[in-house]
């Protein structure tokens, strides 16, 4: 194999679509610390929506590459021949449970390593035929997984299994957050981009457009927020969707705030306006290890979160975090986003980002368990055939 010949290995790492979400960005934030530390990434997309996806430059950088494979009948096919001419080491998939899906293709191939990385709590109410297709596709990925991850606990408890822990595979690997990044500054002074006066509370949201993000909830926080006599703005940053951005706008209208809240769209300066909030507010139902709440928090900036196992885990390690039920008012959020800024008001940027650095949260560590990871397969690969490729089901 390649890896022999230079001295590098080889993982094929399969996304959802490479855009500006929080998978795809830890990923991105990653690439440079796994090139040091003789790592070459290359990225299956699964979208037939955009293609590479606008993160694909970042990838090149770092000497990997981006192959858009859709899923359509032809994708086993596709993705088999990918897998001939990379000849990859590690194949590791952050698709849920259907990641058991190249896994397999993985182990017909004679892959060694095979990752799978369940990245949200996939606790949402389902369909028999939606349960029937999480039941196969888990089905796969338990007899061909060599490693399990979750980027918290509730991930593998409602992604994979509530009986993980007995599973040798499986270990949390907490999403590292690269705090330089969210340093750099933005070439935007965002109360003077969106109108708002020197008095005016500034709320941030990160995040896709998408169903259970529930954007549309932050014109209702607003208006709750101007019956208290703040007057505030919201600000969305996140790729956007017709339809859901849409929402927020009728939201918005309807609340007679259709001038206080601004749709940024996608942003590479997120950290830059995240720097210039008074508070976050991240209203989403559906998380695994949330990055919208991880952020700001390692900024020194109050967040208001949806009760989530994700957000708790956040909440327990980190200070600045306020929660409160998934299913609240408006009013009730208003008061949270109150005692959030208050925290924004009184923290040090500085303190809040020593206190990151010494946490779990930190790059670095995310960076050293994929590399121990990863060689440990790499150096299986190099030893006789006959006990190079661990049998399919094997642990670890």
Not at 5 to 32: D, I, K, Y
Not at 118 to 144: E, H, I, K, P, Q
Not at 153 to 181: E, I, K, M, Q
Request: one cysteine or more; charged letters at 25%; glycine letters at 10%.
């Amino acid at each position: 194999m390649r890896s022999v010949v230079t001295g590098r290995l080889r993982v094929l790492r399969v996304v959802g679509e490479l855009n500006f979400g929080g998978t795809e960005m830890r990923t991105a934030e990653l690439l440079p610390r796994l090139a040091a530390g003789g790592v070459d990434l290359h990225l299956v997309t699964l979208s037939d929506r955009i293609g590479p996806g606008p993160l694909a430059d970042v990838v090149a950088r770092h000497g990997g590459s981006v192959t858009a494979i859709p899923l359509d009948p032809r994708f086993p096919l596709r993705f088999l021949r990918l897998l001939g001419r990379l000849r990859p080491d590690v194949v590791h998939a952050d698709c849920a449970n259907f990641s058991g899906v190249p896994l397999a293709l993985g182990a017909l191939r004679g892959v060694p390593g095979r990752v799978a990385h369940f990245r949200g709590d996939d606790n949402a109410s389902r369909t028999l035929r939606r349960r029937v297709y999480r039941w196969a596709c888990g089905r796969l990925l338990r007899v061909c997984a060599t490693d399990i991850l979750g980027v918290s606990p509730s991930s593998l408890t409602f992604g994979y299994h509530p009986g993980w822990r007995a599973d040798p595979r499986c270990r949390v690997v907490l999403n590292g957050l690269d705090l330089d990044r969210l340093r750099r500054p933005s070439p935007d002074d965002l109360r003077a981009l969106i109108g708002a006066g020197p008095a005016d509370l500034v709320c941030v949201t990160v995040g896709r457009a998408s169903p259970e993000k529930r954007r549309w909830l932050l014109p209702p926080i607003l208006a709750a927020l101007r019956d208290r006599g703040v007057s505030a703005h919201a600000v969305l940053v996140g790729p956007g969707d017709p339809a859901d951005d849409e929402r927020v706008r009728a939201a918005a209208d309807a609340a007679g705030l259709g001038d206080r809240v601004h749709l940024l769209g996608p942003r590479d300066d997120v950290g830059g306006l995240l720097r210039q909030a008074d508070v976050v507010v991240h209203p989403s139902c559906l998380e695994g290890l949330p990055g919208g709440v991880l952020e700001p928090v390692a900024l020194g900036v109050g967040t208001v979160a949806a009760d989530l196992p994700g957000v708790r885990f956040i909440d327990e390690r980190l200070p600045g975090v306020t929660v409160v039920g998934v299913d609240a008012p408006p009013q009730v959020w208003a008061r949270a986003v109150g005692r959030a800024a208050a925290y924004t008001a009184s923290t040090a940027p500085a303190v809040a980002a020593d206190r990151f650095f010494q946490s779990a949260f930190a790059i670095d560590t995310a960076a050293t368990t994929h590399l121990e990871i990863y060689h440990r397969w790499a150096a299986a690969d190099r030893t006789p055939r006959q006990s190079s490729r661990p049998p399919v089901g094997s642990g670890r």
